[in-house]
């Protein structure tokens, strides 16, 4: 005859509750890290600006010709950089923003350029994807 340990049971038990408790504890950290990066973009102000301007595809081509191409490739294939031909399907004009005023992912040069001039480039990467 088996005997049934209450103890054992009494520690499976506490183990769920404690993987419950990490769980939802783990959900909340990254539920507040994601608020507050959301929070952070919306709070920049050059994000803000570029964002309540209207971009030209002419300009934001110019642009992207003088100083994109050498890794991106004329057409937004890619180079030695990655393709943008449907970047912002992918990402979020904010996140491009940041990429490319930071260069976030190496080897991408930070670029300092005024919130119009970012507009454009928007712009022009948006119409790769018509």
């Not at 049934?4 to 504890?25: D, P």
């Not at 050059?46 to 002419?58: A, D, P, R």
């Not at 300009?59 to 030695?80: P, W």
Request: with cysteine; net charge negative; proline share 5%.
């Amino acid at each position: 005859m088996k005997s049934t340990s209450s103890i054992g049971a009494v520690k499976k038990e506490n183990a769920s509750n404690e993987l419950k408790l990490f769980l939802i504890a783990s959900s909340l950290a990254c539920f507040i890290i994601l608020f507050l990066l959301v929070h952070q973009t919306n709070q920049d102000p050059y994000i803000q600006k570029t964002l309540e301007l209207s971009g030209s595809v002419e300009n934001g081509s110019r642009l992207y010709r003088m100083n994109c191409v050498g890794c991106h490739g004329i057409t937004a294939q890619g180079l030695v950089g990655p393709e943008l031909s449907k970047v912002t399907e992918e990402l979020s004009d904010q996140t491009i923003i940041k990429q490319v005023i930071n260069g976030l992912t190496p080897p991408m040069p930070s670029f300092e350029m005024e919130p119009q001039s970012m507009a454009d480039i928007l712009s022009y990467l948006h119409s790769l994807n018509m």
